[in-house]
């Protein structure tokens, strides 16, 4: 009963398959696969061969999309005797090349051999019994393969066949899905006469086409082709083209996927109208068949709302008890938060006067040491210090969460003041980035660290220190550190530890791009807020 009642085994087959099909096209893989073996089971059951054969094909490309690539393989071994349906053979050849292609196998396995095997006995198969479409398409996968894992002219050669016999039946897209891999080995051969003759013939065919996926690998070649040219502009000018069509493809595919979807639903809805006019008859049968226990079955409905009725009470009334137990735990947990905010903020404040007090011990402990000990204790306190700046923030701030490094900063600028021996200038501006309080101390031992080198490495006794935070996007995301203090650490300047450290520091915050110009004592790096 249900959906296909008033349809004959025939059809319930192929809507088993086109169902199959739909969930497929929304990514629905389990519901497709399942859709898939009741076609299959059906036709066995029905003793339908050929269609049984067709639909496990169908059934291990499903399983193959779904990357359960052992059991795909598993579906087609089973099927026996397909030499008698040469085009299904071929069909079963061709999807064995794709799950091996694509499955992880072990060593031993031989896997590349098995699929250029399979893909040779597909073609040959095709050629004897004259199957252009299959011909062409295996030609095409063929082809690619040789070209990836063997030689690339003797792939191209194959591909220049398939994209004959494509143009043989008229099968434009066939064409130019072939011809752009004939477009990527003329790039990989470096033949650009050719490449750029094929570029402007395969463009002017997908021009004004809906063939998404087409552009998307056509725009791809043609920007690698620039980029092996150098040609900056041309390559991005491509890529943006190619971005376009994707983009455009995940809209038709969306499109595509709702009115599966509604179809879908539709569907469903027609199945579940279907059954329950059936429920309604069956109950308009009983209902005349009972007529004589009516009362009887008044008095349980009465019966059955009275229950109703109380447990709704029952239910009511626990609700209402929950909902004062449940107040009650918010409250809890509010005071709960409350003292864990007060805990945190002491915390970093207790963190920060223990730090100042290390700070204090180091500088009068290195009040009798020589000049070199001394430089020593300052870079640590130095460090110290930045750290105990971020806690005085952190308990400083209601939240506990992010700090900005402008204030950040300026607050490590203010310690120097206080406790270098020079006399410096800080020009430049600081965007009020906001970082996490985690990431936010690399950053400040980062400008902690460059500031020690200014005063260990400049020669002039009053620097001038140019600093800049500065947005690298529309929506202050992405970020770039610039730092010059006009140093110039002469031609046999090589890395020390603290450049190292430098480095350490700034991937630690996720930072990229770093670069030093040691003429100019210039350091940059990118990160993300």
């Known amino acids: 009963m249900g959906l296909f009642a008033q349809t004959d085994e025939g ?3 192929t809507n088993h398959l086109e169902q199959a099909q739909r969930y497929r096209n929304l990514q629905l893989y389990l519901e497709c696969v399942q859709q898939a073996q009741m ?40 099927l026996k005797n397909t030499e008698a349906y040469p085009r299904l053979h071929v069909r079963k050849l061709g999807r064995l090349a794709a799950l091996y292609h694509e499955a992880t196998l072990p060593k031993e396995m031989n896997q590349l051999d098995s699929v250029r095997a399979y893909l040779d006995q597909a073609v040959v198969m095709a050629e004897e019994n004259e199957f252009l479409e299959e011909e062409a398409s295996l030609k095409n996968e063929l082809g ?88 900056r502009l041309c390559e991005l000018e491509w890529k943006i083209k190619a971005r376009k069509s994707n983009i455009r493809y995940i809209k038709a595919i969306n499109t595509s996927q709702m009115a599966d979807f509604r179809v879908i639903q539709e569907t469903q809805k027609f199945k579940e109208d279907a059954e329950e006019a059936e ?15 009516h009362t009887r079955e008044l008095r349980l409905y009465l019966a059955l709302i009275l229950i109703v009725v109380l447990a709704v009470s029952a239910f009511w009334f626990r609700e209402r008890k929950l909902k004062r137990v449940l107040n009650q735990t918010n409250e809890q947990l509010a005071d709960a938060n409350q003292k864990y905010q007060t805990l945190l903020v002491e915390s970093n404040h207790r963190i920060k006067n223990n730090l100042q007090m290390v700070i204090s011990m180091l500088k009068y402990a ?17 460090k110290i210090y930045t750290v105990s700046a971020l806690h005085k923030h952190l308990y400083m701030n209601d939240h506990n969460e992010r700090v900005s490094i402008k204030t950040y900063f300026e607050e ?4 120097y003041r206080n406790i270098s021996t020079h006399t410096f200038q800080i020009d430049g501006s600081l965007a009020p980035a906001e970082i996490q309080s985690e990431r936010m101390v690399y950053f400040g031992l980062i400008f902690n660290e460059v500031l020690t080198n200014t005063f260990e490495h400049n020669s002039e006794m009053h620097p001038t220190i140019t600093i800049e935070v500065t947005p690298e996007d529309s929506e202050n995301k992405k970020f770039k550190f610039s730092y010059s203090d006009g140093s110039n650490y002469g031609s046999d300047y090589q890395e020390g530890n603290g450049i190292g450290l430098i480095r350490k520091l700034i991937k630690r915050v996720g930072g990229n791009e770093f670069s030093l110009d040691p003429n100019t004592g210039t350091y940059q790096f990118e990160f993300y807020a």
Do not use: P
């Open 279 to 293: 429920r309604l008859a069956q109950q308009k049968e009983l209902a005349l068949k009972e007529e004589e226990s």
């Open 39 to 78: 076609a299959v089971d059906l036709a066995q059951e029905k003793g339908w061969t050929e269609r049984y054969m067709s639909a496990s094909i169908t059934l291990a490309e499903y399983l193959r999309a779904s990357e359960n690539y052992q059991k795909g393989i598993d579906v087609l071994y089973a």
């Open 366 to 382: 290195s009040k009798d040491l020589n000049d070199k000990d001394s430089l020593a204790f300052k870079r640590m306190s130095g």
């Open 412 to 415: 490590i600028i203010d310690m």
């Open 144 to 231: 690619y393969f040789v070209s990836k894992n063997e030689d690339l002219r003797k792939g191209l050669t194959i591909l220049m066949e398939a994209a004959a016999i494509y143009k043989q039946l008229d099968d434009t897209r066939g064409y130019v899905r072939s011809m752009t891999h004939v477009l990527d080995d003329y790039i990989e051969l470096g033949n650009d006469a050719k490449a750029n003759e094929l570029g402007v013939e395969l463009v002017e065919l997908i021009e004004d086409k809906k063939w998404y996926t087409n552009e998307l690998d056509l725009y791809n070649l043609l920007s690698k082709q620039c980029k092996y040219k150098g040609q």
């Open 11 to 13: 059809d319930a087959f």
